[in-house]
C-alpha cells in the first residue's frame, strides 16, 4: 500500500494569508495526487486533480503542484470560507488519503 | 445536476449484515466508475472500494476485503454495498463518490453524496 504523509495536521492564519500544505507519498505516484476540502458535517470536494489541475468551479486562489513524492496545495488568499480540513489522495495504486490538514482563521 | 444520494445506513450488532444503496442521476452512469469512500467518527478518510463502469471489476481495501460486496446496477443506475461480518471499527459515515473520468477506476472524485451513518455497537 501506498502511504500518504501530510504536513502540518492543523494551522492558523490570518485573512489574506498564503498557506501551503505538504504531502509526501511512501513511493513514485507520478502526478496522481489529488486535493479535497472538506468542511464539518459536509462531503468532501474536489479542489484539485492530478497534481496540478482546477476542477471546473473552484476559486483560483487554490494551486496545486509536483510530482514524483513530494506535493503542495497552496492557498493564496485565505478566505473565512476556506476553513476546512483538507486531504490529499493518491491514486497511482489502490487510493489512499492522507490523514488530513485542518486549517483555521487566526 | 449530478445527485447521489446514499441509503440503508442505521444500527447493526457486530458480526451482522448491512447493505448500503447509492442512486445516481443526472450523468452517464454507465460510464464511469464509483467508489465508496468512508469517514469514521472524529477520523479522516478512507477510501473503500471501487468499481468498473460496466460493473465487471471491483477493488477493495485491505480493511474490507472478504467482507463487503459492491456492485452495480446499471439499468437502476444504482449502486450496493453488501457488508458482512461488521466490526465496530467500520462504525462510519459511508460517502459514493464518482470518478472524474470516463473508463478510470477508483481516480479523481468529482461528485460525492451527502452519506449514510452505519453504526455497528451491542
Known amino acids: 500500500d501506498i502511504q500518504m504523509t501530510q504536513s502540518p495536521s492543523s494551522l492558523s492564519a490570518s485573512v489574506g494569508d498564503r498557506v501551503t500544505i505538504t504531502c509526501q507519498a511512501s513511493?513514485?505516484?507520478?502526478?496522481?495526487l489529488n486535493w479535497y476540502q472538506q468542511k464539518p458535517g459536509k462531503a468532501p470536494k474536489l479542489l484539485i486533480y492530478?497534481?496540478?489541475n482546477l476542477e471546473t468551479g473552484v476559486p483560483s486562489r487554490f494551486s496545486g503542484s509536483g510530482s514524483g513524492t513530494d506535493f503542495a496545495f497552496t492557498i493564496s488568499d485565505l478566505q473565512p470560507e476556506d476553513i476546512a480540513t483538507y486531504y490529499c489522495?493518491?491514486?497511482?495504486?489502490?487510493?489512499?488519503f492522507g490523514p488530513g490538514t485542518k486549517v483555521n482563521i487566526k | 445536476e449530478v445527485q447521489l444520494l446514499e441509503s440503508g445506513g442505521g444500527l447493526v450488532q457486530p458480526g451482522g449484515s448491512l447493505r448500503l444503496s447509492c442512486a445516481a442521476s443526472?450523468?452517464?452512469?454507465?460510464?464511469?466508475?464509483m467508489n465508496w469512500v468512508r469517514e469514521a467518527p472524529g477520523k479522516g478518510l478512507e477510501w473503500v472500494s471501487a468499481i468498473s463502469a460496466s460493473g465487471g471489476s471491483a477493488y477493495y481495501a485491505d480493511s474490507v476485503k472478504g467482507r463487503f460486496t459492491f456492485s452495480r446496477d446499471n439499468s437502476k443506475n444504482t449502486l450496493y454495498l453488501q457488508m458482512n461480518s461488521l466490526r465496530a471499527e467500520d462504525t462510519a459515515v459511508y460517502y459514493c463518490a464518482k470518478d472524474r473520468f470516463r473508463g478510470s477506476y477508483a481516480g479523481p472524485h468529482d461528485h460525492w453524496g451527502q452519506g449514510t451513518l452505519v453504526t455497528v455497537s451491542s
Open positions: 513511493q513514485d505516484i507520478s502526478d496522481d
Open positions: 489522495q493518491q491514486y497511482a495504486n489502490l487510493p489512499t
Open positions: 443526472g450523468f452517464d452512469f454507465s460510464s464511469y466508475a
Open positions: 492530478d497534481a496540478s
